[in-house]
């Protein structure tokens, strides 16, 4: 899984997770440490974010009760505009044989 925000004229660094992702490990590999730091840097920012079920986990929506969200419908992806940049970033991608260059190609491109 490939995880990334976009906030006016900025963009958190791309992170890559192995395997299953709970609302444990979204809150303690994402969350935690690159959401919070974020959105502290952008005082004011909506935090807007898709419903997959590691973010509407209780862990995970208990973190974000202290920052302002935007309430999203389920099953609604053309309507976030970060998806209209992952769209763009597949159409770019070859085909990577590991995950380490999957990893590697979504760093350059």
């Given at each position: 899984?490939?995880w ?46 898709d ?32 998806e209209?940049?992952w ?23």
């Amino acid at each position: 899984m490939v995880w990334g925000a976009i906030a006016y004229d900025i963009r958190s660094t791309l992170i890559v997770m192995l395997g299953t992702l709970t609302g444990k490990r979204n809150v303690d590999n994402i969350f935690r440490p690159h959401v919070r730091p974020f959105l502290n840097g952008l005082p004011g920012t909506i935090f807007q974010q898709d419903n997959a079920r590691p973010r509407t986990a209780r862990v995970a929506q208990d973190f974000l009760r202290h920052f302002q969200t935007h309430p999203w419908p389920a099953r609604s992806p053309d309507l976030s505009p970060v998806e209209h940049e992952w769209d763009k970033l597949k159409r770019l991608m070859s085909s990577c044989p590991s995950v380490h260059d999957l990893e590697l190609a979504v760093q350059d491109l």
